[in-house]
């Protein structure tokens, strides 16, 4: 399914937000990081990455805006963890994506 104004199938174009958010080492770290922790705060991260806070902030950005995880509000703190609805639709379009190309 295309739409009028884009080529792309809208699984796609989700699979290319999720890559996207996926290609940096230290997002990965942070992804896996959040899962053995279920939510932390951002210090806590900072504490684990050899980056400055500010270099991590930008990287949870991504990782939020691509949808993989969320971050709540606890003032001063913000507080993250993994987005598992997206997580889950993340690993289901790649799967069904490699598995369609196995097959070629």
């Known amino acids: ?3 009028e ?3 792309y199938t809208v699984q796609q174009e989700k699979m290319a ?3 996207k958010a996926l290609s940096h080492p230290a997002r990965l770290f942070i992804l896996e ?3 053995k922790q279920s ?3 951002v210090g806590n991260i900072v504490d684990e990455l050899p980056m400055a806070q500010s270099s991590v902030s930008q990287h949870l950005k991504e990782l939020k805006d691509a949808g993989l995880i969320q971050g709540t509000v606890d003032p001063p703190r913000v507080q ?3 987005n598992r609805k997206n ?3 993340a690993k289901a379009l ?3 994506f490699f598995e369609v190309e196995s097959m070629v």
């Open 1 to 3: 399914m295309t739409t």
């Open 5 to 7: 104004t884009s080529p």
């Open 17 to 19: 937000r999720y890559a």
């Open 33 to 35: 990081f959040l899962d």
């Open 39 to 41: 939510c932390c705060f």
């Open 80 to 82: 993250y963890c993994v």
């Open 87 to 89: 997580w889950s639709e």
């Open 94 to 96: 790649f799967s069904e």
